[in-house]
C-alpha cells in the first residue's frame, strides 16, 4: 500500500510540474507577444496599394489593391494528385462542415423565435457614464497614438497638370499647406521621414517623376493592452458596460 501511494505521489508530482512548466512557456509566450513590436509596411507606387504585415521586422504580404488578376483556368484541368487531392479532401470537410453548422444555426435560431423573449431592462445613460465613455476613449486613443512609430517615410509626388500656370499654382498651395499639417501631425504621432520630395512636374506631355509613398507603421501591444485594461475596469468600476450587456 506504501508503494502505491508513493508512485501515485510521483506520478501527481510528475503532472504538477509538467502543468506548470507548460503554464510558464504560455505566460512567456504571452510576454513576448506583448513585447514584440508589431509592424506594417504601407506602399503606394504605380497606382498600387500594398500592404505587408508581420513583427521584428520581418514582413509578409496580406493586402494589395486593386487585386491582380488571376490566372486563366485550364480548359481541361488535372484532377489533384497528392498533396492536391488531400487539400481537395479537406476544403470540401470544411464546406460541408459550415452548412451543417448553418443549418443547426438556423434551427436554433427558429426554436428560440416561438419561444417569447422577456425583455431585459438596461441601465439608464447618465451624464456620468457619458463622461467616463469620453474619458476612457481619450486614454485609450492617447496609448495608441503613443505606441505607434511611423517610420521610413518616403513621399515622392510630382505635381503635373495640362496648363503650367495652373499646375504652379497647385505647388505653391500645397507647399503652404503640407508643412504645417505635417508640424501638427508630428505633435501626436511619431514621425521619421527619410524622403519628402514635392516637385514640380510640368511642361513634359509625360510625367517625368514616378509617385511613390510608403512608411512603416509599428506599435508594442503591452501599452495598448494597458491601457484598454485599465478603461475595461473604470467602465466596470462606473458600471458603464451594463448599457452594452
Known amino acids: 500500500m506504501g508503494a502505491f501511494l508513493a508512485a501515485l505521489g510521483a506520478v501527481l508530482l510528475f ?4 502543468v506548470g512548466i507548460l503554464l510558464l512557456v504560455v505566460l512567456a509566450l504571452v510576454v513576448l507577444l506583448l513585447l514584440c513590436p508589431f509592424c506594417a509596411d504601407l506602399c503606394w507606387e504605380h497606382g ?3 500592404v505587408r504585415a508581420g513583427a521584428l521586422g520581418i514582413t509578409f504580404p496580406v493586402f494589395q489593391y486593386p487585386k ?3 490566372p486563366p483556368a485550364p480548359e481541361n484541368p488535372e484532377p489533384p494528385k497528392g498533396f492536391g487531392k488531400v487539400k481537395a479532401k479537406f476544403a470540401a470537410w470544411r464546406a460541408e462542415r459550415k452548412r ?5 444555426k438556423a434551427r436554433k435560431k427558429a ?14 445613460i447618465t451624464l456620468e457614464i457619458i463622461c467616463t465613455m469620453l474619458r476612457g476613449a481619450g486614454r485609450l486613443m492617447k496609448a495608441v497614438f503613443g505606441a505607434l512609430r511611423i517610420t521610413k517615410i518616403q513621399v515622392r509626388l510630382g505635381v503635373r497638370g495640362e496648363d503650367p500656370a495652373a499646375a504652379a499654382r497647385d505647388y505653391g498651395k500645397l507647399q503652404a499647406w503640407l508643412y504645417p499639417v505635417l508640424g501638427v501631425l508630428d505633435r ?17 506631355s509625360q510625367p517625368t517623376i514616378e509617385d511613390r509613398v510608403s512608411c512603416r507603421v509599428s506599435a508594442q501591444a503591452l501599452f495598448i493592452v494597458i491601457a484598454a485594461l485599465r478603461v475595461l475596469y473604470e467602465f466596470w ?7 452594452f450587456l
Open 48 to 50: 498600387v496599394l500594398t
Open 237 to 243: 468600476r462606473k458600471k458603464v458596460l451594463d448599457i
Open 68 to 70: 491582380p488578376e488571376p
Open 15 to 18: 503532472v504538477l510540474k509538467a
Open 188 to 204: 501626436f504621432l511619431w514621425l521619421q521621414f527619410d524622403e519628402l520630395r514635392i516637385l514640380p512636374d510640368f511642361g513634359s
Open 111 to 124: 426554436a428560440a423565435a416561438g419561444k417569447p423573449a422577456r425583455p431585459r431592462k438596461k441601465a439608464k
Open 100 to 104: 451543417k453548422k448553418a443549418e443547426e
